[in-house]
């Protein structure tokens, strides 16, 4: 993967984010699930992890979209940039690039985030 040029290692950074992210929400979601099924919730550590990696996926995104995009990166770290002012950026970033579409990225980004309480929302209104 090294000796691709940036912009390709950029696309598939961007893809490998977005595949991590769905995978990790879709994962405790289905946990989640299980846990209400059986009349638990989920702990607060998990629900922590997944706000955590989820963040971090996110970002991972955000960063590797503007690379590909061959946008100029605003500091020096911008991945920290980015995790510092998430909801910001997110908002200003969608919307700059991608416009309408965007917007529905957007929507797309916290609905995999609140997934896992949809999940249990669900599970329990079936019981």
């Not at 992890?49 to 503007?66: G, Q, T």
């Not at 770290?77 to 700059?96: E, K, N, Q, S, T």
């Amino acid at each position: 993967m090294s000796n691709l040029p940036i912009e390709s290692r950029a696309v598939a950074a961007r893809r490998s984010s977005a595949i991590g992210v769905c995978l990790t929400s879709g994962v405790i979601a289905a946990y989640a699930g299980v846990l209400v099924s059986r009349g638990r919730f989920l702990s607060d550590d998990l629900w922590g992890l997944h706000e955590f990696l989820f963040c971090i996926l996110i970002v991972m995104w955000f960063v590797a979209d503007s690379r590909a995009r061959g946008r100029f990166s605003p500091s020096f770290d911008h991945g920290w940039f980015v995790l510092l002012v998430l909801p910001l950026y997110a908002l200003y970033h969608l919307i700059a690039t991608r416009r309408r579409r965007g917007v529905a990225i957007g929507i797309g980004m916290i609905g995999l985030f609140i997934l896992p309480v949809i999940a249990q929302v669900l599970v329990y209104l079936a019981r």
